[in-house]
């Protein structure tokens, strides 16, 4: 055995053996992306919740707060199939401006996607494929729906700027 194998199969057998110091390491690791995980999380849900509340409310579907409720594990789950396909997208459906219903319509789609894809990441073969898909597609759904707030806060702005107008 050579000079240059031995020292491979040494520092090999060192790192396998669970020192301490890289348990620590792995639970640092794993922390800090939970933390991300719950800060995106929150920053996401805060998105949807201000783009549900501008969204009228005799064309609600579901009360704004309910996208408080991704936060909670697995249930979280449920209220994301309700709230992003069907209490953003199908809502905005119902506006008289082809601009919005427009915006719905993609909402819509992309988020059934976000809610499907990853139940479809657990089939093993497909899992790595549908899990980037999965992030990119949310990422997307996530700058559409500000998007859409935006508009909806445009829309709301010009329309109390033209009763204002009205009533001089």
């Known amino acids: 055995m050579s ?5 491979i199969t040494t520092y090999h057998a060192h790192i396998t053996q669970g020192s301490p110091e890289s348990y620590f390491w792995i639970g640092a690791f794993i922390v800090i ?3 991300i995980y719950y800060l995106i999380a929150v920053l996401f849900s805060l998105s949807i919740y201000k ?3 501008r969204i009228d409310k005799d064309k609600q579907i579901f009360p704004a707060w309910f996208a408080w409720m991704f936060l909670i594990p697995i249930v979280g789950y ?6 992003l396909p069907f209490g953003i997208g199908k809502a905005l459906k119902h506006y008289d401006s082809a601009e919005i219903r427009k915006k719905g319509s993609t909402l819509f789609g992309l988020g059934l996607s976000v809610v499907i894809l990853p139940l479809i990441s657990w089939i093993s073969f497909l899992s790595i494929a549908v899990a980037i898909a999965s ?3 949310f990422i997307l759904y996530w700058v559409k729906a500000v998007q859409t707030r935006k508009l909806l806060e445009k829309q709301l702005s010009s329309d109390h700027q033209s009763l204002d107008d009205s009533e001089k």
Do not use: G
């Open 3 to 7: 000079q240059e194998t031995f020292e």
């Open 33 to 35: 992306c939970i933390v």
């Open 51 to 53: 783009l549900a509340k």
């Open 78 to 83: 449920v209220f994301r199939w309700m709230m």
């Open 135 to 137: 992030i990119v597609l």
